[in-house]
């Protein structure tokens, strides 16, 4: 099946800073989406992105298919964007099982 | 868009009884997804559950210990039976997907056993 790999693993920012995520995937895809989980568990739709560019407020996300990565962008950084982000693809072999990568833990300090 | 109400939203059970998580969609979806996220890792699909028809277990999950209900479509149920602290986890309910849908998520019903 497809393999979905996200970097860095682990990230800690101060308030203000800006970061980039990064999800590889092995194959192509019909569906790439970032997630974010906040402490309680609960997963956010942040970005529905299997190509192009998108932006929503502080956030953003380019998704290059033909080169099989996506950058999540996050600028001015605030302690609520702590979490865990996910990149989840659906390969477009038909088996419509989303795959997910390991995640991005970020915390953002004070 | 599509919105899921899922409970309990948080449990804590004795070792070796059984819990049952409910999943409610705002809309009538053909599958469910049934996820597993134990401590400080990523999602592990546990099912797909289709309306009027078995689950589907992924490598590694039995009927007998996730039994899963889809009664009509906008509703599913998972249980975990016969729980041990290895089952500790988050479980999330999903729809949508399936060749380029948006995918969403219940709140989550973080289940921990003692």
């Known amino acids: 099946g497809i393999q979905v790999e996200q970097s860095p693993p682990d990230l800690i920012l101060q308030e203000g800073a800006n970061s980039t995520l990064r999800c590889n995937f092995s194959d192509s895809v019909n569906n790439l989406q970032w997630f974010h989980q906040n402490p309680w568990g609960q997963l956010i739709n942040l970005f529905y992105?299997?190509?192009g560019t998108k932006q929503n407020g502080r956030l953003s996300a380019t998704t290059v298919a033909t080169e099989r990565y996506s950058l999540l962008y996050i600028s001015s950084s605030q302690t609520t964007d702590s979490g865990v982000y996910f990149c989840a693809v659906e390969g477009s072999g038909g088996s419509y099982i989303p795959t997910f990568g390991r995640g991005t833990s970020l915390i953002v300090h004070p | 868009s599509a919105v899921i109400s899922q409970k309990p939203s948080r449990d804590i059970c004795q070792r070796g009884t059984s819990l049952t998580i409910q999943c409610q969609v705002d809309?009538?979806?053909?599958?469910m997804f049934w996820y597993r996220q134990q401590p400080g890792q990523s999602l592990t699909l546990i099912a797909t559950a289709n309306q009027g028809s078995e689950a589907t277990y992924e490598s590694g999950f039995v009927i007998d210990k996730f039994p899963i209900s889809r009664p009509n479509l906008t509703f599913s149920t998972l249980t975990v039976s016969n729980m041990s602290p290895e089952d500790s986890s988050i479980y999330l309910c999903?729809?949508?997907?399936?060749?380029?849908?948006?995918?969403?998520f219940g709140e989550g019903s973080w289940l921990t056993v003692v």
């Open positions: 809309s009538q979806v053909t599958m």
């Open positions: 999903s729809v949508g997907g399936q060749g380029g849908n948006t995918i969403y």
């Open positions: 992105i299997p190509s």
